[in-house]
């Protein structure tokens, strides 16, 4: 069965950055691109960008473009999401998710807090 | 970017009731149009996407139906486990947008 395996909350400060990963199994993973969503506390979903695991091609929200960098291992199956210049803003719970023609199976979201 | 507008904001109904929730796009994005729903404390889980296509796995009761820039999810006969919150994503354009939610309610 298709399942994407999200790594553990973080806690980072103000100006800092954090890598989130998204282990995945149970398809093939350049078979499918890979998107990023996030949710604020109490607020709804935001769209972050798209990597293509094949070619390892991006495509960003511009909101984010600068900050965020979406990267891939297809030895192991694995995609990431590396943001910078963390605000406190950012605190959410970042997802990934397959996409087929939309995002379809998403992982369980890991909780990013940004606090000094 | 497109910008998605759902309403209502948030709804109160009875088990077996019928509900519509509305979703328009700023401008055209033909049946690029998907439906989501999230639970407190989980991952969003595709409902409809195309507009009108129904995921895999996903009950009957579910339906959506638009193009253009005026779309509708129906629940035909609300369940206990369908109170939630639904979101409408489009596929049209750059950024992806998602509608703001709709909170879906026991009366």
């Known amino acids: 069965q298709v399942q994407l395996l999200q790594s553990g909350a973080e806690v980072k400060k103000p100006g800092a950055s954090v890598k989130v990963s998204c282990q995945t199994s149970g398809y093939t993973f350049t078979s499918y691109y890979m998107h990023w969503v996030r949710q604020a506390p109490g607020q709804g979903l935001e769209w972050m960008g798209w990597i293509n695991p094949k070619t390892g091609v991006t495509n960003y929200a511009q909101k984010f473009e600068g900050r965020v960098t979406l990267t891939r291992d297809t030895s192991i199956s694995t995609a990431y999401m590396d943001l910078t210049r963390l605000r406190s803003d950012d605190t959410a719970v970042y997802y990934c998710?397959?996409?087929?023609?939309?995002?379809?199976?998403w992982g369980q979201g890991t909780l990013v807090t940004v606090s000094s | 970017a497109i910008q998605m507008i759902q309403s209502p904001s948030s709804l109160s109904a009875s088990v077996r009731d019928r509900i519509t929730i509305s979703c328009r796009a700023s401008?055209?994005?033909?049946?690029?149009l998907a439906w989501y729903q999230q639970k407190p404390g989980k991952a969003p889980e595709l409902l409809i996407y195309a507009a009108s296509s129904l995921q895999s796995g996903v009950p009957s009761r579910f339906s959506g139906s638009g193009s253009g820039t005026d779309f509708t999810l129906t629940i035909s006969s609300l369940q206990p486990e369908d109170f939630a919150t639904y979101y409408c994503?489009?596929?049209?354009?750059?950024?992806?947008?998602f509608g703001q939610g709709t909170k879906v309610e026991i009366k």
């Open positions: 994503l489009q596929d049209y354009g750059y950024p992806r947008t």
């Open positions: 401008q055209d994005i033909r049946n690029d």
């Open positions: 998710a397959r996409a087929t023609i939309v995002p379809d199976f």
